[in-house]
C-alpha cells in the first residue's frame, strides 16, 4: 500500500523536528510534461505481438508460409519470445526514463526542507543553505508551478545537442507539477524571512557583546594574534604557507580543524551558517597585495560580469595595524550555467577584504555576508565589521 506524502516524510525526521507541509507531485503532470505517459508492460508487448502476427497472416497470404503449420507446428513460440523480449526492453528503458517522478514526498519542515523517495531522503536544505529560491509556472501545464531552488549542471555527452526535457528536469531540484504551488511558496518564503530575522537578531546581539566585552576569543598559542568568537559562531582553523597575492595549491587543499588540535595553524575562520564569516590569515612576509591591484583587479573579461569593486578605503588601522580595505561585490550564477534564465542572478555576496602589514607579518582578513536587500543585510555587515575590529595582531610577540 502506498504511503501518504505526510506519513512518508514523517518517517524521515529526526526527534523533535515539527513538519510544517507535505505535498507531492502530480505524476501525470510531469509525465506528460515530458513527453511520456505512464505505460504497463502489456502496452508495448501486446502491440508488437499484434505486428508480429500481422506480418505471417500477410505471408500466408502470399503464399509463402501457411499459416496453420505455423500454429501447430509451434512455430509461433520463438516469434512470441522475440517480441515479448523487445517489448519488456522498450518497458526498461521506459521506466528508467520516468522512474525519477514516482513515490516522490515533500516536505517542509521548522529546519528544512524534503525530498523523500521510497523513504531515502534524496534532498535535504536548511534555510540558511537555500541561497535562492524561484516560483515557475510548469511547461505544458498552466494550472501548475515548480518551485526551484537549485539546478545542476548537465553533462554534455552528445557534443552540441540540446539538453533532453528528461535531463532539464533532473537538472531542476524542488518541488515540482503542485497545484497549489504559489501558496506552497509564500510559505517557504515566510519560513525564509523568519530565519533571516533571527540571524539578523543574532547578529545585533554579537555587536552589542562584542562592544561591551563580553565574548570568547580565539588565540593563536604561539604567534599571539587573536580574534573575537561570539556566541552561535563557529571557530576552525588551518595552515596556510603562502601569503596572500601568491596563489598556490595550498589556500584550497589544506581542510578546516578545530584550534584545539595544535598550533600549526596560521588562518582563522568565524563562521555563522548560511549568513556570514570573518577569515584571517597570518603570514610572515613583506607586503605582497597591493591597494592599486586590488582596487583595480586585472580580471578576464567573462570575471568582470559577476565581480565588481563597490567600495575602497587606501588607509584604515584595525587593532593598531595599517593597510587598506577594498570590498567587491559577488553576483552568484546559483548552482549551474546549463541554459540562459537559469542564473539565480539575485544571489549576491559583499566581500570586506583588509590587508594590514605591522612590518613582519601580512594580515588578510576577510569579512562576507549574503546581500538579500532588506535591513537584515545592515546587521550582518556591522557583526562582520565588529568581528573585524576585534582582531589583534602579533606586533607583541614579534618585539
Known amino acids: 500500500m502506498t504511503q501518504s506524502p505526510r506519513s512518508t516524510i514523517e518517517s524521515v525526521l529526526d526527534p523533535g523536528e515539527k513538519l510544517l507541509w507535505s505535498g507531492a507531485p502530480d505524476h501525470e503532470v510531469m509525465l506528460s510534461t515530458l513527453g511520456k505517459r505512464k505505460r504497463g508492460l502489456m502496452s508495448y508487448v501486446i ?9 505471417w497472416v500477410l505471408r500466408d497470404a502470399l503464399g509463402q508460409v501457411q499459416l496453420s ?14 517480441v515479448a523480449v523487445a517489448g519488456f526492453i522498450l518497458f526498461l528503458r521506459r521506466r528508467q526514463a520516468t522512474g525519477h517522478v514516482h513515490n516522490l514526498a515533500y516536505g517542509i519542515t521548522d529546519q528544512r526542507v524534503l525530498i523523500v523517495r521510497e523513504g531515502e531522503v534524496i534532498e535535504s536544505r536548511t534555510p540558511g543553505q537555500m541561497k535562492w529560491v524561484e516560483l515557475r509556472d510548469r511547461t505544458g501545464a498552466e494550472d501548475h508551478s515548480d518551485i526551484i531552488w537549485k539546478t545542476r549542471r548537465i553533462s554534455r555527452q552528445s557534443g552540441d545537442a540540446p539538453p533532453t526535457p528528461l535531463q532539464l528536469e533532473q537538472s531542476r531540484v524542488g518541488f515540482k507539477a503542485l497545484v497549489d504551488g504559489a501558496s506552497v511558496y509564500e510559505r517557504i518564503e515566510q519560513w525564509r524571512k523568519k530565519y533571516a530575522s533571527a540571524v539578523a537578531e543574532t547578529a545585533r546581539e554579537t ?13 593563536h598559542p604561539g604567534m599571539g594574534f587573536s580574534i573575537a568568537a561570539p556566541a552561535g559562531w563557529t571557530v576552525a582553523v588551518r595552515k596556510k604557507t603562502f601569503p596572500f597575492g601568491k596563489t598556490r ?10 584550534p584545539s588540535k595544535d598550533a600549526k595553524w596560521n588562518v582563522v575562520r568565524v563562521h555563522q551558517e548560511g549568513s556570514s564569516e570573518v577569515v584571517a590569515e597570518v603570514v610572515q612576509s613583506e607586503p605582497v597585495a597591493t591597494f592599486e591591484s586590488m582596487a583595480d583587479p586585472a580580471l578576464p573579461g567573462f570575471m568582470k560580469t559577476f565581480i565588481q569593486v563597490v567600495d575602497t578605503e587606501e588607509h584604515v588601522t584595525i587593532g593598531g595595524i595599517d593597510g587598506f580595505r577594498v570590498d567587491q561585490e559577488l553576483k552568484g550564477k546559483g548552482d549551474s550555467d546549463m541554459a540562459p534564465g537559469e542564473r539565480a542572478d539575485k544571489v549576491r555576496t559583499r566581500f570586506r577584504q583588509f590587508v594590514l602589514h605591522d612590518g613582519a607579518y601580512q594580515y588578510y582578513i576577510t569579512a562576507s555576508w549574503l546581500l538579500t536587500g532588506t535591513v537584515e543585510d545592515d546587521a550582518q555587515a556591522a557583526a562582520c565589521q565588529a568581528i573585524v575590529d576585534s582582531f589583534r595582531g602579533c606586533s607583541a610577540m614579534v618585539a
Open 47 to 55: 502491440p508488437l505481438v499484434i505486428v508480429g502476427m500481422f506480418a
Open 69 to 82: 503449420g505455423f500454429i501447430s507446428e509451434g512455430m509461433w513460440v520463438p516469434v512470441a519470445i522475440v
Open 207 to 219: 555587536v552589542a557583546k562584542l562592544a561591551e566585552g563580553e565574548t570568547e576569543r580565539v588565540t
Open 249 to 258: 595549491v595550498d589556500r584550497f587543499a589544506e581542510r578546516w580543524y578545530d
